[in-house]
């Protein structure tokens, strides 16, 4: 049994892994202010609510893109757990997946540990050209290509972020929940306006990106290639951009629990 941790800039995201079977797993909004002791008793509650005895656990992968979370949850897992492990706790890194894939940046060590895990994940699933779309705080696209070569990709701000901005910005716009989509792009009041341009908009800004993208990636028409969407607002988004070829909502899970695999030769 082994755990995978997944820390990110709104929500860390853990698994619980057994035989290759995703047996649990657990949603908590990250607070970087969250000492060694608090995150214990938080996940081994979790834990024991399912049946889980912590005392089972072999071995732990972290992936984070908060520095602060990440050096508590290391020193959680060494003061709490480390009894119990088989391996060292695995911290995924560039330097630690180069066997895995093959980072084609400028700056390698500057990629998001959770974008290559992505990648990763992709890949293994299928060995073609493809786009990551990672709809978290930020919304990533990740470019992979058939020898598992990462190309980069884009950034831009999360839903979140922009009806937060839209908020807090203007004098009239209301804070307001997008979860139900409006009738037609064409709102008949501001919220609807609101919830148009952010659903038809990011939909639509979607489609642009990936068409863009697949014309730099993409030599010939019949070459395989495919769009593969993760992330808290995948499904919400994903009905409004026709370009979206699958939803995966436990690729980055999934992804951490390869890579520990590899690394441990499990």
């Not at 508590?72 to 895995?100: G, P, Q, T, Y």
């Not at 306006?193 to 010939?220: C, H």
């Amino acid at each position: 049994m082994f755990l995978v941790v997944d820390i990110g800039n709104s929500h860390t995201v853990t698994g619980m892994y057994e035989n290759d079977i995703l047996i649990g797993q657990w949603r908590l909004k990250s607070d970087p202010k969250s000492t060694v002791d608090e995150l214990a008793i938080r996940y081994h509650t979790l834990f024991t609510m399912v049946g889980i005895q912590k005392e089972k656990i072999r071995g732990i992968i972290v992936a984070s893109v908060v520095p602060t979370l990440e050096t508590a949850w290391v020193s959680c897992c060494r003061k709490h757990f480390s009894a119990f492990l088989e391996n060292d706790i695995v911290v995924v890194a560039v330097d630690r997946l180069v066997d895995m894939i093959r980072v084609k940046l400028d700056n390698p060590q500057e990629v998001g540990a959770d974008r290559l895990v992505n990648s990763i994940a992709a890949w293994d699933t299928a060995k073609c050209k493809q786009v990551v779309i990672d709809f978290g705080t930020a919304i990533t696209f990740d470019c992979v290509t058939e020898k598992c070569d990462y190309l980069g990709g884009t950034i831009l701000p999360g839903i979140a972020i922009s009806l937060e901005a839209l908020a807090q910005r203007t004098a009239k716009l209301p804070h307001i929940d997008v979860s139900e989509a409006p009738a037609s792009i064409i709102g008949k009041s501001t919220v609807q306006a609101m919830k148009s341009g952010i659903l038809y908009g990011y939909g639509a800004m979607i489609d642009g990106l990936v068409s863009g993208i697949r014309k730099e990636m993409v030599e010939k028409a019949d070459e395989p290639f495919r769009v593969v969407a993760t992330g808290g607002m995948s499904g919400l988004i994903a009905p409004f951009a026709t370009t979206i070829d699958v939803i995966d909502p436990l690729l980055t899970l999934n992804g951490l629990a390869i890579i520990y695999r590899k690394l441990t030769q499990r």
